[in-house]
T-cell receptor
Framework: SAVISQKPSRDICQRGTSLTIQCQVDSQVTMMFWYRQQPGQSLTLIATANQGSEATYESGFVIDKFPISRPNLTFSTLTVSNMSPEDSSIYLC??????????FGPGTRLTVL | SQKIEQNSEALNIQEGKTATLTCNYTNYSPAYLQWYRQDPGRGPVFLLLIRENEKEKRKERLKVTFDTTLKQSLFHITASQPADSATYLCALDAANDYKLSFGAGTTVTVRA
């Protein structure tokens, strides 16, 4: 199994500002992902956080808006840049520990005013 | 286009009954399908994975079936309890690369 923590757990931000979300795992993992869950919606994959190289973004998500760092196998950050109210969501990181199981963090609830 | 559809947004059942949730998908050929539980304010928790060559899988009071011909998975909670109240999500890995696509979820409420 894997224990994942995220910081902050929630934040309220002003439009036009940026927020960096941290994801820490208690063991080394190769595959780490960032998802977004908009209010009342299901999860949508933003990107794969690659250790030692640039993140791989899914359609509709770009590096300028969601820069991601992955300095090592236990840690990643996601920044939500130049925020607007439409960015209000829960942001979750996840890790693939075995071939069968993906573990999710508790999420960061972001509200943009 | 690819779609994952889960049955009705909410399911209300009496304690002790069986809850049956449906996940239908189109334009996917997944090697496996997963079910997760999500409680309010929390991240999803992995419950079960079923592979394309498996018809049925069980874990305690949970049972999952997978019909690749119908492109459908059924998720059953038997002898349901109020503690089973949560939102249940099905997820597919379309390209076998661990990138998951999720259904919208079904919220189950078990009445005592």
């Amino acid at each position: 199994s894997a224990v994942i923590s995220q910081k902050p757990s929630r934040d309220i931000c002003q439009r036009g500002t940026s927020l960096t979300i941290q994801c820490q795992v208690d063991s080394q993992v190769t595959m780490m992902f960032w998802y977004r869950q908009q209010p009342g919606q299901s999860l949508t994959l933003i990107a794969t956080a690659n250790q030692g190289s640039e993140a791989t973004y899914e359609s509709g998500f770009v590096i300028d808006k969601f820069p991601i760092s992955r300095p090592n196998l236990t840690f990643s950050t996601l920044t939500v840049s130049n925020m607007s109210p439409e960015d209000s969501s829960i942001y979750l990181c996840s890790v693939q520990v075995t071939t069968d199981t993906q573990y999710f963090g508790p999420g960061t609830r972001l509200t943009v005013l | 286009s690819q779609k994952i559809e889960q049955n009705s947004e909410a399911l209300n059942i009496q304690e002790g009954k069986t809850a049956t949730l449906t996940c239908n998908y189109t334009n996917y050929s997944p090697a496996y399908l997963q079910w997760y539980r999500q409680d309010p304010g929390r991240g999803p928790v992995f419950l079960l994975l079923i592979r394309e060559n498996e018809k049925e899988k069980r874990k305690e009071r949970l049972k999952v079936t997978f019909d690749t011909t119908l492109k459908q998975s059924l998720f059953h909670i038997t002898a349901s309890q109020p503690a089973d109240s949560a939102t249940y999500l099905c997820a597919l890995d379309a390209a076998n690369d661990y990138k998951l696509s999720f259904g919208a979820g079904t919220t189950v409420t078990v009445r005592a």
